[in-house]
T-cell receptor, first 114, second 113 residues
Framework: DAGVTQSPTHLIKTRGQQVTLRCSPK?????VSWYQQALGQGPQFIFQ???????QRGNFPDRFSGHQFPNYSSELNVNALLLGDSALYLC?????????????FGPGTRLTVT | KNQVEQSPQSLIILEGKNCTLQ??????????LRWYKQDTGRGPVSLTI?????NTKSNGRYTATLDADTKQSSLHITASQLSDSASYIC????????????FGAGTRLFVKA
């Protein structure tokens, strides 16, 4: 049973570029949440997707957008990258449809913006 | 304002010793509290999850306690091992119609031989 997977593991982009990060949830999970974690800080909630719709959103600008596909996998898109967007981006999945709040995290994607 | 504060910020202990990490929260209405272990550059891994009615929960050498009245939780690590070196993050969820999840900044634990 595969856990949460994320791709790519590392990414280097230049200011102003756009990036797409991908996440496949744990088998049986239907909800995907995205987090940004700066070095030495706790994860900050970006948004959550369930039934292919954004259900909750944290305090992040519209440059951050996402999508959930029918197979429950998800993408996080960041436009007009800033140096401050450099962070570890974590994806977490849960079985919201079953009323579970237990989240399982992926290994993360390390994004560096130069 | 919903907040989760953890202490200490960092901690150094000798292998084999015990330690206790603290978590205070002001999240309301409380739904559940989770402790995660996060190795550097990796995703967090769940250690325990507790709801309002649970006072203590163990997972091997990790024991979490919850006092919902004082809004405090602790994570006790027994007989520490070098592999316990990691960040420990306290996460509190509020049931506000949709779940709102607040992460603490974490406690960085260093276990030395």
């Amino acid at each position: 049973d595969a856990g949460v997977t994320q791709s790519p593991t590392h990414l280097i982009k230049t200011r102003g570029q756009q990036v797409t990060l991908r996440c496949s949830p744990k088998s049986g999970h239907d909800t995907v949440s995205w987090y940004q974690q700066a070095l030495g800080q706790g994860p900050q909630f970006i948004f959550q997707y369930y039934e292919e719709e954004e259900r909750q959103r944290g305090n992040f600008p519209d440059r951050f957008s996402g999508h959930q596909f029918p197979n429950y996998s998800s993408e996080l898109n960041v436009n007009a990258l800033l140096l401050g967007d450099s962070a570890l981006y974590l994806c977490a999945s849960s079985a919201r449809g079953l009323g579970s709040v237990e989240q399982y995290f992926g290994p993360g994607t390390r994004l560096t913006v130069t | 304002k919903n907040q989760v504060e953890q202490s200490p910020q960092s901690l150094i202990i000798l292998e084999g010793k015990n330690c206790t990490l603290q978590c205070n929260y002001t999240v309301s209405p409380f739904s559940n509290l989770r402790w995660y272990k996060q190795d550097t550059g990796r995703g967090p891994v769940s250690l325990t999850i507790m709801t309002f009615s649970e006072n203590t929960k163990s997972n091997g050498r990790y024991t979490a306690t919850l006092d919902a009245d004082t809004k405090q939780s602790s994570l006790h690590i027994t007989a520490s091992q070098l592999s316990d070196s990691a960040s420990y993050i306290c996460v509190v969820s509020a049931n506000t119609g949709g779940f709102k999840t607040i992460f603490g900044a974490g406690t960085r634990l260093f276990v030395k031989a």
